[in-house]
Nanobody, 124 residues
Framework: QVQLVESGGGLVQVGGSLRLSCAAS????????MGWFRQAPGKEREFVAA????????YYADSVKARFTISRDNVKNTVYLQMNNLKREDTAVYYC?????????????????WGQGTQVTVSS
């Protein structure tokens, strides 16, 4: 069965760092873009970052630019999200997703595979 499994979430203080991982399995993901999304309490799910197959195209939401870094290891079929200088507003469940083709910020176009999410809580 094809699945994406996120890990690395947890509780961290403001200004701290976390590294999220998303391990893909069950098939080859050649040609697939990978993305990170998050959903905070009481808010809609929002785009965070995305990276294409070759890592030649990367895009970040303005809210995380210069603080978060997305990367991928295609040999391991894993995508990462390095989160630095975390703020309370970053508290959310973080999801990874995969879609065949290029990157996009439109969540409705990420219609291939989704993980179950990992909780990130940033406290003072």
């Amino acid at each position: 069965q094809v699945q994406l499994v996120e890990s690395g979430g947890g509780l961290v203080q403001v200004g701290g760092s976390l590294r999220l991982s998303c391990a893909a399995s069950g098939r080859t993901f050649s040609g697939y873009a990978m993305g990170w999304f998050r959903q905070a309490p009481g808010k809609e799910r929002e785009f965070v970052a995305a990276i294409n197959w070759s890592s030649g195209s990367i895009y970040y939401a303005d809210s995380v630019k210069a603080r978060f870094t997305i990367s991928r290891d295609n040999v391991k079929n894993t995508v990462y999200l390095q989160m630095n200088n975390l703020k309370r507003e970053d508290t959310a469940v973080y999801y990874c997703a995969a879609r065949y083709g290029g990157i996009t910020t439109r969540i409705t176009t990420w219609n291939d595979y989704w993980g179950q999410g990992t909780q990130v809580t940033v406290s003072s």
